[in-house]
């Protein structure tokens, strides 16, 4: 939380009551509730990969925001040992013992290319049963001695690929959707490329896929020597990549969802109206037909709710509103840009039945014809009552117990 916005909650006309943090400095307010039915993984402060438990939040990159993603399923077995049999391919080696994993994970094995001047490959992991959608292929490289990997994904004539820099972290080339690279440091680099697995890729709707579902290639001129360290190859349903999920066996591994959320009376909201404040960091534009909730005001369930969200399919954060399941309003307050953090803030109203939102550069809008006091009890951040529109990004977020004026929603905003 910004010391400005301790220092402005004084001038804003016709509020009472002080600043009330929810997620600030890597801790949760104690009327939040925080649930996830498995381990997950995070880069933390020093770039170190750590392991939580169940129920465990997770604060990436030392920033105090909390990390909230939805459930996906690595369908790679072994990914944690890319040097086991199971990684069945060409031209690979164990190099556990002569070259440093990034810190938290390992072992490494090495690619080498069968000569010079030549296209090779390495076939990586068999895959699950696979639905026409959106999937990710991920994985971590080092470029040591090799510079550019090509990282090849999708059906059995792998038309989808991206050549991957790692010299100066660009993505070029290729028929790839959502192509990406992300710096983990001391050399360590995650690569990711979606392809979306059509009716027709095999001959059916599901198809059980063996090999080709993800394969790394180096193409160039020069010594046969050279060659880079590759592990943790991820396939997940999805149109990009989410954390690390280790699968040490044979079988995929799941990530379920986290939940956060608290009753209004445990956080010591009043049940005529509040506003939310926050900073959030999405990586990525919400996919089709899937929006990325920042945060949610809400009954025991969504059919009365009033939201602040990444809209499908955009970079765009909107508000609307559910009264008694019927959906209403949808203006843009602007929009944001992966991988930038920005402030928000959003105003209920409990007793006319409105919300406005701002985010930080952009107007403020407005839907009115929403819930009452009587039917809302909950604010949930990061996600609602049911599962598939978690945020996939991080976020922090403080309330006021009181509902701010339109005017003041921009400088809330920045001061988040």
């Keep these: 939380m910004s010391n400005r916005l301790r220092t402005r909650n004084h001038f804003w006309g016709g509020g009472t009551g002080g600043v009330i943090p929810l ?12 649930t996830r039915a498995s381990s997950a993984t995070y880069t933390d402060g020093a770039g170190v990969i750590q392991t939580v438990g169940n129920d465990v939040p997770r604060y990436p990159n030392g920033l105090g925001r909390l990390l909230i993603e939805g459930a996906r399923t690595n369908a790679s077995p ?3 040992d890319p040097t086991n049999a199971a990684w069945v391919g060409t031209n690979a080696s164990n190099v556990a013992s002569g070259f440093p994993p990034p810190a938290g994970l390992g072992p490494v094995a090495k690619f080498t290319p069968s000569g010079a001047n030549t296209t090779s490959h390495y076939t990586f992991l068999p895959a699950a049963t696979v639905t026409a959608a959106a999937w990710t292929y991920s994985l971590i490289v080092s470029a040591a001695e090799y510079s550019l990997v090509q990282l090849l994904w999708g059906s059995a004539n792998l038309t989808n690929y991206a050549n991957f820099d790692l010299t100066n972290g660009t993505v070029t080339a290729g028929t790839y959707t959502d192509a990406k ?19 027709g890729q095999g001959g059916a709707l599901a198809r059980a896929v063996t090999t080709n579902m993800g394969r790394v290639a180096t193409s160039y001129a020069g010594n046969s020597s050279d060659g880079f360290y590759f592990l943790e190859g991820q396939q997940e349903a999805g149109a990009f990549a989410s954390s690390i999920i280790p699968t040490p066996g044979a079988s995929t591994a799941t990530r379920a969802r986290d939940v956060l959320s608290g009753t209004l009376a445990a956080l010591q909201l009043p049940g005529n109206g509040f506003t939310i404040t926050g900073r959030c960091l999405i990586p990525q534009n919400a996919p089709t037909a899937i929006n990325q909730l920042m945060a949610v005001v809400r009954g025991a369930n969504d ?29 843009s307050s602007g929009s944001m840009t992966p991988g930038v953090a920005f402030g928000w803030a959003m105003a209920v109203d409990l007793v006319s039945g409105a919300a406005s939102i ?12 929403g819930p009452t006091s009587a039917a809302i009890t909950t604010l949930q951040l990061g996600g609602t009552a049911t599962a598939g529109g978690e945020l996939f990004g991080a976020i922090s977020a403080s309330a006021l117990p009181y509902v701010a004026p339109n005017a003041s929603l921009p400088a809330l905003a920045a001061a988040a």
């Design 78 to 80: 072994y990914s944690s």
């Design 358 to 369: 701002c985010m930080e550069g952009g107007v403020v809008q407005s839907v009115t014809g």
């Design 303 to 331: 059919q009365n709710a009033y939201y602040i969200y990444n809209s499908a399919a955009s970079s765009t954060i909107r508000v609307t509103r559910n009264t008694a399941g019927v959906a209403s309003g949808t203006p």
């Design 181 to 199: 690279i992300v710096p983990l440091g001391s050399g360590w680099y995650r690569i990711s490329i979606t392809s979306t697995l059509a009716v």
């Design 23 to 34: 997620i600030s400095g890597g801790s949760l307010a104690s009327g939040l509730t925080f």
